[in-house]
């Protein structure tokens, strides 16, 4: 017997409408996910990432448009009233933010915003959410715990701050984790430790995560799941050893010829020329054809579909081959 996905996502878009402007950011987007699944969302900046996982908990200026459908646990989340939206943020779906800094508040400690978060969520007494929040804190492995409960977020460093931001997202037990590139302000050693964290306690939880970066080495240790994006579309999707050792699509295998490894000691390094483009004016066709070493006239007559290219291995490209 098959079980329904924990969040499915089906032609997402997301305008941003002003009087001046009018930009097409989130171009059509859709994924199934799994309880106890990681899908991690790799492209360069500007490729629609953080606003595809906003879009999931509607965490976005009203300027934004949102088109498509989102189910989450059963709810429809584009459609759902102000009120009970807030009541899913934090007890279904939780977030970690880039700079945990500017994400907390600089007048409260941190104990004061998990255990806040924690009453509001579960309704129970400030005793009783104090010692939740210490627990939390032991549970993502803050040394002297107790005593950074009552520590201010600039007094911690910035690898112990982002743990008591995971803390914070953790403390009401969410299905759904989101992580907006969560080690990227982080020195190597911390952010391994912060990654391996995250691992070991979504296995212990049971969560589903969507993890947003443009680092290869965090998307290898932390997905089951891949998707790569480019101009606010999925160009390439599948399992990591799919997309990161058999790479279909131009864009994909660009990343990886751009990027340091082991593998490349004592190589020159291939960069991926020109810049994204301008979402606001899209070329027609492929909007990755302007850079592709690939392209040709064809590329530019129409939007290629994603293609399967092996059991759940899919390529926006026409030059890959799909299977039957």
Request: aromatic share 4%.
């Amino acid at each position: 017997m098959s079980h329904a996905p924990l969040v499915s996502v089906k032609d997402l878009r997301v305008r941003f409408k002003s009087r001046d402007t009018d930009v097409s950011v989130v171009n059509g987007v859709s994924f199934e996910l799994n309880a106890g699944e990681v899908l991690c969302l790799l492209g360069e900046s500007g490729s629609g990432k953080s606003v595809t996982m906003r879009s999931l908990i509607r965490l976005l200026p009203s300027s934004a448009h949102l088109s498509g459908a989102v189910n989450i646990a059963g709810v429809d989340v584009l459609n759902l009233p102000d009120k009970q939206l807030s009541t899913i943020r934090g007890s279904m779906i939780s977030m970690i933010f880039q700079e945990p800094l500017t994400a907390m508040d600089p007048v409260f400690t941190i104990g004061q915003q998990i255990a806040e978060t924690i009453q509001h969520n579960k309704g129970i007494d400030k005793t009783a959410a104090r010692k939740r929040a210490l627990e939390l804190l032991e549970l993502v492995q803050i040394p002297s715990a107790k005593r950074r409960l009552d520590a201010y977020p600039h007094e911690l460093s910035g690898g112990l701050r982002q743990r008591a931001m995971i803390a914070l997202a953790l403390s009401c037990s969410p299905k759904l984790l989101l992580a907006d590139e969560p080690t990227t302000a982080l020195d190597a050693t911390v952010q391994i430790q912060v990654l391996l964290l995250l691992r070991e306690l979504q296995k212990e939880l049971g969560m589903a995560i969507i993890f947003v970066t443009h680092d290869l080495g965090v998307a290898c240790e932390i997905a089951d799941k891949m998707a790569v994006m480019y101009a606010g579309r999925f160009v390439e999707t599948g399992s990591v050893e799919d997309v990161l050792v058999n790479p279909r699509h131009p864009y994909t295998k660009g990343l990886m010829q751009s990027t340091v490894h082991a593998g490349k000691r004592g190589e020159l390094l291939t960069p991926i020329e020109g810049s994204p483009p301008d979402l606001s004016d899209l070329p027609s066709g492929c909007s990755f054809a302007p850079r592709c070493v690939e392209a040709n006239e064809l590329c530019a007559r129409a939007i290629p579909p994603l293609v399967r290219i092996a059991v759940g291995h899919e390529s926006r490209c026409i030059h890959s081959v799909a299977i039957a």
